[in-house]
């Protein structure tokens, strides 16, 4: 499961329960305030990297938060405002490979693998695909504005489309 958030400011408590149709889609309930800007890497269970990926090749992207050290959780929004929500390992402690696993409000699903370029600051990138036949690709961590934008922050560009689609 993976859990990204778009909104600045957003309260989450991850919960399995049941849509309008029963269906056990994950909704997401407040319990705890997480501030993008406050989203810092600290070495322990408390840190925070920001998570940008696109989903397939029309545009669709998501912007969230994956927090924990090691493993934990993910939370986010998908640019048409579907929440996604999900964990993340990255195998050290069940001698697998790093593993992204995810669901999205609209039912869809998926896993990814991931890679660290620096683990210090938690920068990864990851590839996978959903339930629906979208590839996933991902990038998370401390300086993942920097990544994207080339060294310049503030030319930050996810590339989910013949076209750049800026992000700041």
């Given at each position: 499961?993976?859990?990204?958030?778009?909104?600045?400011?957003?309260?989450?408590?991850?919960?399995?329960?049941?849509?309008?149709?029963?269906?056990?889609?994950?909704?997401?309930?407040?319990?705890?305030?997480?501030?993008?800007?406050?989203c810092v890497t600290t070495g322990d269970s408390g840190s925070c990297v920001r998570i940008l990926a696109c989903v397939g090749s029309g545009g669709l992207w998501i912007d969230g938060q994956a927090l924990g050290w090691n493993s934990g959780a993910l939370i986010g929004r998908r640019s048409d405002g579907v929440m996604c929500t999900g964990t993340w390992s990255n195998g050290v402690e069940s001698s697998r490979l790093p593993e992204v696993n995810f669901e999205c409000g609209d039912g869809s699903s998926g896993t990814a693998s991931f890679y660290y370029q620096d683990s210090l600051t938690g920068t990864a990138i990851a590839t996978g695909t959903d339930t629906m036949g979208r590839r996933i690709d991902a990038w998370s961590g401390e300086n993942v504005l920097r990544f994207l934008g080339n060294g310049n922050v503030k030319a930050a560009e996810l590339p989910c489309t013949d076209r750049a689609i800026p992000i700041g």
């Open positions: 499961m993976i859990r990204i958030i778009l909104p600045a400011t957003v309260s989450i408590f991850l919960a399995p329960l049941a849509d309008a149709e029963g269906t056990g889609v994950l909704e997401i309930h407040a319990q705890k305030q997480m501030d993008m800007a406050a």
